[in-house]
T-cell receptor, first 115, second 108 residues
Framework: EADIYQTPRYLVIGTGKKITLECSQTMGHDKMYWYQQDPGMELHLIHYSYGVNSTEKGDLSSESTVSRIRTEHFPLTLESARPSHTSQYLC??????????????FGPGTRLTVL | QKEVEQNSGPLSVPEGAIASLNCTYSDRGSQSFFWYRQYSGKSPELIMFIYSNGDKEDGRFTAQLNKASQYVSLLIRDSQPSDSATYLCAASWGKLQFGAGTQVVVTP
């Protein structure tokens, strides 16, 4: 079944740790995205990729980095986590449509808490 | 100015009534428009998309698009308590731009 997966779903870690949030999709999409969302607040795009070896920063400045070595995999890394990184991180993917950008499908999210 | 604007709400709707949500966008080059529903603590899920001017119906949901006025709306008929959520409008012009969302509360 075509889907988009994120692991871990919940993560509680201490300040200064390096973390990687995993995102994989079996939908065959070229485009993938990372959003950050605090409770009750709007989505903020932090990274996106339109294909292998292509990554761009989004609208919200983030200390995280991403990589896109395989089409189906788009991990996000924080080299040194801080309490300000506490948030929900959502991964999404989209295919192409005649308008150029198709609808985005979201993973279940990772809720990160940095102590 | 945000590129996609929505009233943040909350929009309080009696059970069984019609909920009307509005969204405006700034880029006339926008080609396609999407409505997502997001329950608290969950990820957004796609409800509908619309490309052409006019109405598009899917069950209890109707999306309306007016490109000349640069607005898109969502009607939820026969609102149920399970419709209580935040509804996100998104417009596409190269990449998808999301609005901040409108919170809908359906009261029994």
């Amino acid at each position: 079944e075509a889907d988009i997966y994120q692991t871990p779903r919940y993560l509680v870690i201490g300040t200064g740790k390096k973390i990687t949030l995993e995102c994989s999709q079996t939908m065959g999409h070229d485009k993938m995205y990372w959003y950050q969302q605090d409770p009750g607040m709007e989505l903020h795009l932090i990274h996106y990729s339109y294909g292998v070896n292509s990554t761009e920063k989004g609208d919200l400045s983030s200390e995280s980095t991403v990589s896109r070595i395989r089409t189906e995999h788009f991990p996000l890394t924080l080299e040194s986590a801080r309490p300000s990184h506490t948030s929900q991180y959502l991964c999404a993917s989209s295919g192409d449509s005649w308008t150029g950008v198709g609808e985005q499908f979201f993973g279940p999210g990772t809720r990160l808490t940095v102590l | 100015q945000k590129e996609v604007e929505q009233n943040s709400g909350p929009l309080s709707v009696p059970e069984g009534a019609i909920a009307s949500l509005n969204c405006t966008y700034s880029d006339r080059g926008s080609q396609s428009f999407f409505w997502y529903r997001q329950y608290s603590g969950k990820s957004p899920e796609l409800i509908m998309f619309i490309y052409s001017n006019g109405d598009k119906e899917d069950g209890r949901f109707t999306a309306q698009l007016n490109k000349a006025s640069q607005y898109v709306s969502l009607l939820i008929r026969d609102s149920q308590p399970s419709d209580s959520a935040t509804y996100l409008c998104a417009a596409s012009w190269g990449k998808l731009q999301f609005g901040a969302g409108t919170q809908v509360v359906v009261t029994p």
